[in-house]
């Protein structure tokens, strides 16, 4: 069973920065894709960008960067510059097997979801 754990959530000021990490365990092929999304109140959740086997997406939004440390299986999510519409809860999310180029944007292909991390940004 995989299973996710973020952290790395909490309070910033608008223009800091915070880093997200996403601990992943269980799978069992080395073929497959972690996802950040974000939730804000009353909007969908939105996929921010990925990593895979076969894909490592560019930055989103110029701010926002996915990486990963493989010797510990973690994938991480460097957001600078924040602006308070960046607020949300974020969450990490798996496809166990993704053997395709680019992320899986709908929420009903993922396996495994972590448990969200609030980020909040104050003006």
């Known amino acids: 069973e995989v299973q996710l754990v973020e952290s790395g959530g909490g309070l910033v000021q608008a223009g800091g920065s915070l880093r997200l990490s996403c601990a992943a365990s269980?799978?069992?092929?080395?073929?497959?894709?972690i996802s950040w999304f974000r939730q804000a109140p009353g909007k969908e959740r939105e996929v921010i960008s990925c990593?895979?086997?076969?894909y490592s997406a560019d930055s989103w939004k110029g701010r926002f960067t996915v990486s990963t440390d493989s010797a510990e299986n973690t994938v991480y999510l460097q957001m600078n510059s924040l602006k308070p519409e960046d607020m949300a809860v974020y969450y990490c999310?798996?496809?166990?097997?993704?053997?395709?180029?680019?992320?899986?944007?709908?929420?009903?292909?993922?396996?495994?979801w972590g448990q969200g991390t609030q980020v909040t940004v104050s003006s």
């Open positions: 990593k895979s086997n076969t």
């Open positions: 999310a798996a496809v166990s097997y993704w053997p395709l180029v680019g992320c899986p944007e709908d929420t009903g292909q993922y396996d495994a």
């Open positions: 269980g799978f069992t092929s080395d073929v497959y894709a």
